[in-house]
Structures are given as structure tokens and as C-alpha cells.
């Protein structure tokens, strides 16, 4: 709630009118699936690297030994999928809520004013 005091009346209503437009073509957008993607990848290149390296010499041996390296790639896309996926619908219900906020302090204080003589 802190970062909608910070915004000016403005871009409070730039922001209601453009979420009470586009609200739903941003459930589907791509923009934050490859953001999230990307993390993912980020997370999965970073656990080769660091097998790779042989930082940590056993869990290097164990991961040679019973970990082939299919099931590695697979689990990395995985994770990927889900932190892209994740990662947008946290974006969307994040922009929904401050829509709803936004939109009830609006009503209360068009309530309030039309209250006052």
C-alpha cells in the first residue's frame, strides 16, 4: 500500500485506465512469461555451472554417478516453465490488486465528497 501513496493522482489514473482497458489481454501477455523464463534459466544455468566447476567435489561425484544429464536438462526446463508461468500470473495479480485499491480509495473519496455540503 506504501507505493500507491508515492504515486501522483495522475498516474493513478493513468494506471486505472489502462488496467480497466488491457486487464485481460495482460493475463495472456508474453513480456512477463519470458521475463520469468529467463530467471529460470538463470537459476538453471547457475546449477551447471556450478557442477561443472567442481566447487563442490562430492556432490559433484553424486551427480555423475545417478544423475544423467536428460534428467538435468529436463528438470531445468521445467523449473523455467513454472517460474515463467509463476512468474506472470504474480505480475497480473499483483497490478489487479493495486487496480482494486486504487479503484476503492477512488469510490471513498467520490463517496466522501459527495457527502460534504
Given at each position: ?6 504515486m501522483?493522482d ?12 488491457n ?7 508474453l ?10 534459466l ?18 559433484n ?33 499483483m ?7 486504487l ?13 460534504q455540503?
Open positions: 500500500m506504501n507505493y500507491f501513496r508515492r501522483s495522475a498516474e493513478k489514473e493513468t494506471f486505472l485506465a489502462y488496467w480497466s482497458k486487464r485481460e489481454k495482460e493475463r495472456t501477455s513480456r512477463p512469461f519470458l521475463v520469468g523464463l529467463s530467471a529460470g538463470a537459476i538453471g544455468i547457475s546449477v551447471i555451472l556450478i557442477l561443472e566447476s567442481g566447487w563442490y567435489e562430492r556432490a561425484m553424486v551427480s555423475n554417478a545417478r544423475l544423467s544429464s536428460f534428467v538435468l536438462l529436463f528438470a531445468i526446463v521445467l523449473i523455467s516453465l513454472f517460474m515463467a508461468f509463476f512468474y506472470r500470473k504474480f505480475r497480473w495479480e497490478q489487479e490488486q493495486q487496480y482494486h485499491e479503484l476503492a480509495a477512488k469510490r471513498k473519496k467520490e463517496k466522501n465528497e459527495t457527502k455540503p
